[in-house]
């Protein structure tokens, strides 16, 4: 007699149900191993995939962020520039109008305005070039220092004005052309 032939047919097939069970078992745990093992690589290759695609956009971003820093340094050298030629100008007029005032305190340089030749001159004023004068011309009244000098002035004021308007108008001009 087998030893199998002494045990039970319902044990027997108990048995075979374990011994199934575990072989199945066995199975199924090798399937799950095989999966992780190709989940596993995909996920590797998708991080290495990401992780270029991110580097690509760091890249592109360093690019811009040179490109804008490049600009604005050029656009900050023009403007300076600028800004230099402006400050050379209002030096220039500012020292040519105390040299004009400068002019007229000394009596060096006379200031005088044409008289309008179809009025009628008044008393005061000789119509005709006195002798010993080297005028020729129409008749030209002078102006008092004081009044000559408030003129001047004036004219500073404007000139100042008319050099910071062309200055503004260069720092617009500048920062709205692109380059």
């Known amino acids: 007699m087998r030893v199998v032939d002494l045990i039970p047919a319902p044990y027997r097939l108990l048995a075979v149900g374990v011994l199934l ?3 199945v078992g066995g199975s199924a745990a090798s399937a799950w191993k095989v999966q ?4 596993g690589q995909q996920l590797a290759e998708q991080a290495s995939l990401h992780k270029d695609d991110l580097i690509a956009i760091s890249n592109a971003a360093a690019d811009q962020v040179r490109t804008a820093q490049d600009k604005r340094m050029a656009l900050e050298q023009r403007l300076s ?8 100008e209002l030096s220039d007029a500012q020292r040519n109008q105390t ?10 340089l006379r200031l005088s305005v044409l ?8 008393d005061s004023m000789p119509t ?7 005028v020729h011309g129409p008749t030209r009244a002078q102006l008092d220092p004081a009044h000559a000098q408030r003129i001047i002035g004036i004219t500073d004021t404007g000139d100042q004005g008319l050099i910071a308007l062309a200055a503004c ?3 617009a001009k500048e920062v709205s052309t692109p380059k």
Request: charge should be negative; hydrophobic fraction near 35%; aromatic fraction near 10%.
């Open 81 to 88: 520039a600028s800004e230099q030629t402006h400050y050379e």
């Open 36 to 39: 992780d093992w190709r989940y």
């Open 169 to 171: 108008q260069a720092y």
């Open 99 to 108: 040299r004009l005032r400068d002019r007229l305190a000394t009596a060096d």
């Open 21 to 23: 069970s575990a072989l």
């Open 128 to 134: 005709a070039t006195p002798t010993g004068s080297v």
């Open 115 to 122: 008289l309008d030749a179809t009025e009628s001159a008044s």
